[in-house]
C-alpha cells in the first residue's frame, strides 16, 4: 500500500468512528446497553485504527501545507486548531470513558461520556473536514 493513500483511509475511518458514536448513543438512549457497549467499542477500534494509520503517514511524508490563500485558508486554520487540542484529548478520555463503562461504573461513565461524546464526535467529523479542504479542494 502506497503511503499516499493513507489520508483517504484515515478519512474514512474518521466518518467511520463519527457515524459509531451517534448509533451507539442512540443505542444507550434507546436502552440497548449491551448494543451500546458493542458499538461504542468498535467506535474505539476504529479510532485506533485511524491513529495508527495517521501517525505512520506522518512519520513517513512529516506536515503537509494548505496551499489556498484568502478567507478558505482563515477557515481551515480555524478548523485545524480545534480539531488539533481537541484531538489530544480525544485518547484519554475515550480510554477513561470505556473503562469506566466496562467496569460497570455507569454514574462515572455517564459523568464523563457528556464530555466525551461531543469532542470525540466533533474530531472525528472535522478530520474529514480538514482532509476534504486539505486534499480535495
Known amino acids: ?5 493513507l489520508p483517504g483511509l484515515n478519512a474514512i475511518l474518521n466518518l467511520c468512528a463519527a457515524i459509531l458514536l451517534v448509533f451507539g448513543y442512540i443505542l444507550i438512549r434507546r436502552g440497548k446497553r449491551e448494543e451500546h457497549r458493542k458499538v461504542m467499542l468498535a467506535a474505539f477500534g476504529t479510532s485506533v485504527l485511524f491513529l495508527a494509520s495517521y501517525l ?9 501545507r494548505f496551499q489556498k490563500q484568502g478567507a478558505i485558508r482563515t477557515v481551515y486554520f480555524a478548523i485545524l486548531i480545534t480539531h488539533t487540542v481537541l484531538a489530544a484529548a480525544v485518547p484519554v478520555l475515550a480510554f477513561l470513558t470505556l473503562s469506566r463503562g466496562l467496569k460497570g461504573r455507569f454514574a462515572q461513565h455517564r459523568a464523563i461520556a457528556r464530555w466525551t461524546l461531543p469532542i470525540w464526535l466533533y474530531v472525528s467529523v472535522t478530520g474529514v473536514i480538514v482532509y476534504l479542504m486539505l486534499y480535495r479542494l
Do not use: E, L, N, R
Open 1 to 5: 500500500m502506497d503511503v499516499h493513500s
Open 56 to 64: 505512520i503517514y506522518h512519520a513517513q511524508v512529516g506536515s503537509v
